[in-house]
């Protein structure tokens, strides 16, 4: 009886710990909506995943699918964070871009368009693709011009940097690491585990 009691004190000081970090690190999530959501939800998410992706990375872009997938399956169980690792040429600026359409509450419209546009994406027209968004240009500029979303992506540089990590994609499921577009076996063996 006392180690079920010392048990749950464990996990309820972890949950806190989690939703604090959450909050300080200004974490995006999604719903199976693929609508931003904020750092907590009301929902009862027995999975997170965390990606550092980079949107010029072709395993990042293929890794999609995947997720997508996910989300079908565990449907509100699942929670995905993304970060940014921009480690190719350029995608810099595309995670910048994405952060300002962020702050439109667009992030997961504009992130599901430049991997799906991955191979014809051009910096120079990261306005236009956000225009096509509906997003109002001339705020979405504005915060391009900025130093908050260049601070944000920055910011997840340095955790990734603290965590070792230098290739793309790579995911937490829960805290466990998994390398690289791996195939959705993979995801469910580590997801079902954790349930």
Not at 116 to 128: F, M, R, Y
Request: proline share 2%; aromatic share 12%.
């Amino acid at each position: 009886m006392a180690k079920s009691f010392k048990g749950k004190q464990v996990y309820i000081a972890l949950l806190f710990f989690l939703v604090v970090v959450s909050l300080s690190l200004g974490l995006k999530t999604f719903n199976t909506d693929n609508e931003l959501t904020g750092a907590i939800s009301t929902r009862t998410d027995k999975i997170t995943i965390v990606e550092y992706g980079d949107f010029l990375c072709p395993f990042c872009a293929m890794a999609q699918d995947t997720l997508n997938q996910l989300k079908e399956i565990y449907g509100d169980d699942l929670r995905i964070i993304y970060k940014h690792l921009p480690l190719h040429d350029g995608s810099f600026e595309f995670a910048v871009a994405s952060e300002c359409a962020n702050e439109q509450g667009k992030f997961w419209g504009y992130h599901d368009y430049l991997y799906a546009n991955q191979k014809t994406i051009k910096i120079e027209d990261v306005s236009l693709y956000a225009q096509e968004l509906g997003l109002n240009v001339d705020k979405f500029n504005q915060c391009l011009n900025g130093e908050d979303a260049k601070a944000k992506v920055n910011s997840d540089w340095e955790d990734a940097k603290e965590l070792g990590l230098n290739g793309t994609p790579t995911f937490f499921v829960n805290g466990e690491k998994i390398l690289g577009a791996q195939p959705i076996e993979t995801f469910k063996k580590v997801i079902e585990s954790k349930l």
